[in-house]
């Protein structure tokens, strides 16, 4: 049998295991000691690693005020520390586990001469030698080796392995991600082959001199190891697995000021792509340790679309931060630690999304099966059904037994979490997709009792409910809190302080509650009354704000009216019933500032709070000083080499206006569907350059996302299984709206158009169908063999969902001749044009319904969908899912 390689045989210590192997990124610094150059100039040593984990800033404390003084990561090695060490404690299981079938990469990144080239060439050494060590002892497998190389100089990819120096292309392939066109893979003979390679590779890798390194390594370097491994012939057929994997060792080009390596012509030139690659990748890092469903620009760089799946794949990942720790090289140094900082939130991500995803698993299983006990005890008991009854026991158990599993899966899943929130010093309240698991959760918190109202994705936890939570929400002044609706139909609080109502002392003395209770800001507004305010009252989180204190504002509130955006709030006690709650809602818009109030200093002098991101670490604002300093004074300065521009999401500047105010009609008392309106959309359009997963969920009508939360003790009715699905279904539009950067108008259309009716569910899969058409073949455009490929695996899967006899009635129905090779052609044309360039979109929903298994051969699509289907007013929606609708 296969060796477990996080056995004994490598001697893993327990540790490491409890880090480098349950985390997907493992994240550690290391601190080369000062060189030559360094000591002769008296430059300092600044930093210090005062455990294995921590490092700290030692000098001069007024530049402590400003930055952290303290630094946590996975492992932290100071200049004694050898480059064995690191690749013992943690980069080597990582490394390893390409024995086991999984992909993992080992990045090295840091500054100029900080030592990414020597730490790396030592870890890959010894992941070689431990590799075929491994190999050598197994007499039950066989393994085949393969070896690929390439550098990224100056935003053009060469093969390593190839003397010709020709640029390469890289292609997106549906199954296997991004590839490198016309690369060589090396067959390997043994560990000295692979090591002659490697030589090859150091000697055609760009080298040059700068004033930081005489060795200077001018491109990014991938080192590519890929094994394969099966059973010998004689092994049971258990052990037959065929493994397939790869290891990336990537020496990243280091950052660098080209004031001090003083670098012109092409040293300047390469340093420029340098550093904007690098850019690149610290923004795809940020974004990914934010979480959710941002636009992830990998395809901004040559360098990110080559490591995407190392970085937000399902790979395991270390990234080796490399530092100096001479005072010259601080500002460097810091955003070094910024950036591993960030990575380390990615791995904290992924554990947030794993306990998320189980969490929702299970609740469903759960619901499921009370379901189906419930049905169980109804079953009328006579002698035909007695077999049914045992079949259903069966599935009952089965299910008992998959509930167990993913419960036990969930909490090692959360204690992992916490074990990661504890060692990153995350505050979990500050982890906004720990809402998701609300959806499907009734919990009590802070002595309220669980709403059974969805409200949005934050709401549970940033609500008036918990006003620690909503301190701690209007702290993280993430943009994606910002929109939604939030009600409060708590009677006891019957809070109205809305444009439109009335001024007067009730309302004043219920702002004063909430302001006890840490709201920020409360917008008033008075049309008709002049006790009214026009604007914005601001009320800070210590601020005792009374009758008196909100007079006061009153004069300052006409200058703020233009700042900011407004959410509603509501809240909910489950001690009332539901349609009472609706009746005791009430609104309350709640301002909050999105940009410095120091626009007028009166203000921000007063109550005003100015709301600005504290938390370091995801303030990771790469110093762009120097990348751009070097940009700038590069020779080659035409922008951006990358391509693909126009795949990106458009970005449109920010704009702090009026248009930022939102008015809300406070006389519904009821629930408001959508507070969309149009004007309202071309402003959101126009102030977002990104589009926040959660704001578009907030969009949703709360009545119908209500219905999809089902009750405690209530069973789901079939009508809400379709709102289960449709949930889904949602989720994962959006999700690949993102990946196939679809336009916001587009989005926002949806939104509108798509509301939970079960008649639109035809609609809603053409839409997903679309998409993933879009998402596997994004250069769509302009490559040919990518639409060729989507229509022959179309056609295949049609083919292969239908019996014989089936597929010739389908042939006959749509005129298909039967001839096999001329039927394959016609099929897939006809396929292709059903499905991407349609004139009715019945015939299109016919095709996915088959496609999807959903009906019947022999139905029409009128008898499929009924008269329902295609209502007449509903063009839109078919333009929509044909894609070609134009809503400017
Ligand atoms: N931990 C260390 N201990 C001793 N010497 C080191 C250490 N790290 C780096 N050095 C030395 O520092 C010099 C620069 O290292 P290296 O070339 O690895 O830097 P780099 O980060 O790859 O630089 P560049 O990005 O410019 O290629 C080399 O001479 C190397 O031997």
């Given at each position: ?42 430059d300092?040593?600044d ?9 700290v ?19 932290v ?13 943690g ?9 086991n079938?999984i ?39 066989e ?6 190389a ?6 053009c ?35 000295n ?7 090859v590779?150091?000697a055609?890798?760009?080298i ?6 005489e ?28 493994l ?5 060792f ?31 990748l ?5 974004k ?59 791995s904290?991500n ?15 299983l ?21 077999s049914?009854?045992k ?20 909490d090692?899943a959360e204690?992992?979490?916490d074990h990661?929130?504890?060692v ?36 549970n936890?940033?609500g ?7 301190k ?15 009600y ?10 809305s ?22 800001k ?6 008709n ?51 009472s709650?609706k ?10 500032e ?22 370091s ?33 458009q ?46 969920l ?6 119908l ?13 079939p ?12 989720r ?8 196939c ?6 989005r ?10 079960k ?33 022959i695996?179309?056609?295949k ?26 039927r ?26 088959k ?10 699509p ?27």
């Amino acid at each position: 049998m296969m060796e477990s390689i996080s056995g004994d045989e490598f001697e893993i210590s327990n540790e490491q295991e409890s880090t480098a192997q349950d985390e997907k990124i493992f994240v550690a610094v290391r601190v080369r000691p000062l060189n030559g150059k360094e000591i002769a100039k008296g430059d300092t040593s600044d930093w210090e690693c005062v455990n294995t984990t921590t490092i700290v800033f030692k000098n001069n404390p007024s530049e402590r005020s400003t930055y952290p003084s303290a630094y946590t990561f996975d492992r932290v090695y100071g200049c004694d520390s050898s480059t064995k060490q690191v690749y013992e404690e943690g980069v080597k299981g990582i490394a390893l586990s390409v024995l086991n079938g999984i992909n993992s990469s080992i990045f090295a990144y840091g500054q100029t001469s900080s030592g990414k080239t020597y730490t790396m060439s030592g870890i890959t050494d010894y992941a070689i030698a431990d590799i075929y060590d491994y190999i050598s002892r197994q007499i039950d497998r066989e393994f085949t080796l393969k070896f690929s190389a390439i550098e990224i100089y100056n935003e053009c990819v060469r093969d390593l392995l190839s003397h010709d120096g020709a640029q390469l292309r890289l292609l997106d392939d549906p199954e296997k991600g991004i590839v490198v066109e016309k690369l060589t893979e090396a067959n390997l003979r043994d560990c000295n082959h692979l090591k002659e390679l490697i030589s090859v590779c150091e000697a055609e890798r760009q080298i040059g001199e700068t004033k930081l390194n005489e060795m200077s390594s001018r491109s990014h370097q991938i080192l590519r190891l890929m094994v394969e491994s099966s059973a010998c012939e004689y092994e049971g057929s258990d052990s037959g697995r065929t493994l397939a994997a790869s290891v990336n060792f990537v020496d990243l080009a280091g950052s660098e000021r080209a004031s001090q390596t003083l670098a012109a012509g092409t040293r300047l030139k390469e340093g420029s792509h340098i550093n904007r690659s690098l850019l690149t990748l610290g923004t795809v890092i940020r974004k990914l340790s934010k979480g959710g469903y941002s636009h992830i620009p990998y395809r901004n760089s040559k360098l990110t679309r080559i490591l995407q799946n190392s970085l937000g794949g399902n790979a395991r990942t270390a990234i080796v931060c490399t530092m100096s720790p001479a005072h010259s090289h601080v500002e460097q140094s810091r955003n070094t630690l910024l950036f591993a900082s960030c990575a380390k939130d990615v791995s904290t991500n992924a554990q947030v999304n794993l306990v998320i995803s189980d969490k929702a698993l299970v609740k469903q299983l759960q619901q499921e099966l009370a379901r189906l006990a419930n049905e169980l005890k109804t079953f009328p008991v006579s002698n035909d059904s007695t077999s049914l009854i045992k079949q259903m026991k069966l599935k009952l158990e089965k299910m008992e037994k998959e509930i167990e599993e993913l419960t036990q899966q969930r909490d090692l899943a959360e204690s992992r979490l916490d074990h990661l929130i504890r060692v990153t010093g995350t505050d979990p309240n500050s982890l906004p997709w720990m809402e998701t698991s609300d959806l499907y959760e009734n919990r009590s918190k802070d002595g309220y009792p669980a709403s059974d109202v969805y409200e949005g994705d934050s709401l549970n936890k940033y609500g008036l409910a918990d006003m620690e939570n909503s301190k701690k929400f209007l702290d993280d002044n993430s943009p994606r809190h910002f929109s939604g609706q939030y009600y409060v139909p708590d009677p006891s609080q019957e809070i109205t302080i809305s444009p439109g109502d009335s001024y007067n002392d009730q309302s004043i003395e219920k702002t004063s509650r909430i302001a006890n209770n840490n709201i920020i800001k409360v917008s008033e507004d008075s049309s008709n009354d002049n006790r009214n305010i026009d604007g914005t009252s601001s009320i800070g989180y210590n601020s005792t704000s009374n009758s008196e204190n909100s007079h006061k504002e009153d004069q300052n509130i006409e200058k703020k009216l233009c700042i900011g955006k407004s959410i509603t709030i509501k809240e909910t006690r489950v001690d009332d019933s539901y349609e009472s709650l609706k009746e005791n809602t009430k609104d309350i818009q709640i301002m909050v500032e999105q940009s410095p109030c120091s626009s007028d200093s009166e203000i921000s002098d007063s109550e005003g709070i100015c709301l600005t991101r504290s938390k370091s670490c995801n303030e990771f604002t790469m110093n762009a000083s120097y990348e751009k300093e070097i940009i700038a004074e590069s020779t080659d300065n035409n922008g951006p080499e990358t391509g693909n521009q126009d795949d990106y999401i458009q970005t449109i500047p920010k704009s702090k206006s009026e248009a930022d105010v939102k008015t809300i009609d406070q006389q519904n008392s009821g629930i408001p569907v959508m507070d969309l309106d149009e004007k309202e959309l071309e402003q959101k359009i126009n102030s977002s350059d990104e589009v926040d997963v959660s704001d578009e969920l907030s969009r949703f009508d709360p009545e119908l996302v209500k219905k999809t939360v089902p009750k405690a003790n209530e069973f789901i009715e079939p009508e809400e299984n379709w709102f289960m699905a449709f949930e889904k279904q949602r989720r994962e539009i959006i999700k690949l709206w993102h990946e196939c950067n679809t336009p916001l108008i587009h989005r926002t259309y949806f939104f509108l158009l798509f509301k939970g009716d079960k008649s639109d569910s035809v609609y809603m899969e053409v839409e997903l169908r679309r998409l993933s058409f879009l998402k596997n073949a994004p250069s769509r455009v302009t490559s040919a063999r990518a639409l060729n490929r989507e229509r022959i695996m179309l056609s295949k899967k049609l083919l292969k969902k239908f019996s014989s006899t089936q597929r010739e009635i389908l042939f006959r129905k749509w005129g298909i001749p039967l001839d096999s090779r001329q039927r394959r052609v016609q099929l897939s044309r006809l396929v292709w044009t059903k499905t991407n360039d349609i004139d009715h979109i019945k015939e299109s929903a016919e095709i996915v319904a088959k496609l999807v298994g959903m009906v019947e051969l022999n139905q029409t699509p009128k008898e499929l969908f009924g008269l329902s289907f295609l209502p007449k007013t509903d063009h839109f929606k078919t333009s929509f899912c044909r894609g070609t609708i134009s809503f400017t």
